[in-house]
């Protein structure tokens, strides 16, 4: 009887698992599939200016999304599915006490997937920038960068934080992505800080890390590498919202990256 109920328990367990990851899946294909279209459809309705720049920024944060959950899956979600399975393929029904305990820690390793699965669900949708508000999704996005654990990552604020426009909050997120994207490529750093400072009259934000550095002369000289052009990308966005965009880096210590946005009267009364 008490082998029948252990069967019993191995392929409800196991059906659940399999379930799971058709569903994410399946979720994951169709939510890709129908924000591609519409974002395809919008980018052939705007052409210049800074409408154009705001489709590029929801599209590449889309795409950068995509990766990251990609990343989150293989990573993340991939081995602890992979424990669960394993306790459940060594389970032994002669052995009560062991069993109990690993059902014990299979159901807690797939209540973790089933989060993590909800986790990148919602950040399927990438208007989550705009229903989040910047600070929460650069907290977002700087802690699936530690869960990865080859970074130590640090966010703080100065001052009483307030709502920017939405169309520059989504500019600004974009182009903090592409400086730790940077960071992530080229600097061989280990931390990642962000600060973000709130005043009457200006919000900032500084990204910071402690990576090798760079010699800033070829940019200034206005050489075309492939870098540069990222970097003068970046300051372009800044000037369409108005803001200031600025780096400074030092061969060895890392690299520090700011970006000052004067704000107008009402924000600076908003609460």
Same mark, same amino acid.
């Not at 392929?11 to 399946?26: D, N, R």
């Not at 944060?61 to 306790?87: F, M």
């Not at 989504?170 to 994207?181: C, S």
């Given at each position: 009887?008490?082998?029948?109920?252990?069967?019993?328990?191995?392929?409800?367990?196991?059906?659940?698992?399999?379930?799971?990851?058709?569903?994410?899946?399946?979720?994951?294909?169709?939510?890709?599939?129908?924000?591609?279209?519409?974002?395809?459809?919008?980018?052939?309705?705007?052409?210049?200016?800074?409408?154009?720049?705001?489709?590029?920024?929801?599209?590449?944060?889309?795409?950068?999304?995509?990766?990251?959950?990609?990343?989150?899956? !293989?990573?993340?979600?991939?081995?602890?599915?992979?424990?669960?399975?394993? @306790?459940?393929?060594?389970?032994?029904? @002669?052995?009560?006490?062991?069993?109990?305990?690993?059902?014990?820690?299979?159901?807690? #390793?797939?209540?973790?997937?089933?989060?993590?699965?909800?986790?990148?669900?919602?950040? #399927?949708?990438?208007?989550?920038?705009?229903?989040?508000?910047? #600070?929460?999704?650069?907290?977002?996005?700087?802690?699936?960068?530690?869960?990865?654990?080859?970074?130590?990552?640090?966010?703080?604020?100065?001052?009483?934080?307030?709502?920017?426009?939405?169309?520059?909050?989504?500019?600004?997120?974009?182009?903090?992505?592409?400086?730790? @994207?940077?960071?992530?490529? !080229?600097?061989?750093?280990?931390?990642?800080?962000?600060? #973000?400072?709130?005043?009457?009259?200006?919000?900032?934000?500084?990204?910071?890390?402690?990576?090798?550095?760079?010699?800033?002369?070829?940019?200034?000289?206005?050489?075309?590498?492939?870098?540069?052009?990222?970097?003068?990308?970046? !300051?372009?966005?800044?000037?369409?919202?108005?803001?200031?965009?600025?780096?400074?880096?030092?061969?060895?210590?890392?690299?520090?990256?700011?970006?000052?946005?004067?704000?107008?009267?009402?924000?600076?009364?908003?609460?």
């Amino acid at each position: 009887m008490q082998t029948f109920s252990a069967d019993i328990i191995v392929i409800v367990v196991s059906t659940l698992f399999v379930l799971l990851i058709i569903s994410a899946i399946v979720i994951f294909t169709f939510l890709y599939q129908k924000r591609h279209q519409r974002y395809m459809k919008e980018r052939a309705d705007l052409q210049t200016g800074f409408q154009q720049i705001l489709l590029e920024s929801q599209l590449e944060i889309q795409e950068q999304t995509l990766q990251t959950i990609s990343q989150e899956i !293989h990573d993340n979600i991939g081995q602890v599915l992979s424990l669960a399975k394993l @306790n459940l393929g060594t389970m032994d029904i @002669n052995q009560l006490d062991q069993l109990q305990q690993k059902m014990d820690d299979s159901k807690g #390793l797939i209540g973790k997937a089933i989060q993590d699965l909800r986790d990148i669900s919602r950040s #399927l949708n990438t208007d989550y920038v705009s229903e989040m508000g910047l #600070l929460q999704a650069i907290s977002y996005e700087l802690e699936m960068i530690r869960k990865s654990g080859a970074y130590t990552t640090s966010l703080k604020t100065e001052g009483l934080p307030v709502k920017l426009e939405a169309q520059k909050e989504l500019i600004i997120f974009r182009m903090v992505q592409e400086v730790i @994207n940077n960071i992530i490529k !080229h600097a061989k750093a280990s931390t990642i800080l962000i600060l #973000l400072t709130y005043k009457p009259d200006t919000f900032s934000i500084a990204v910071n890390d402690n990576g090798t550095g760079f010699d800033l002369t070829p940019l200034n000289a206005g050489e075309n590498t492939k870098f540069g052009l990222g970097i003068r990308n970046l !300051h372009k966005r800044a000037q369409l919202i108005g803001a200031h965009f600025s780096i400074a880096s030092t061969l060895g210590i890392g690299t520090t990256v700011t970006l000052h946005l004067p704000l107008s009267i009402h924000h600076a009364g908003t609460s």
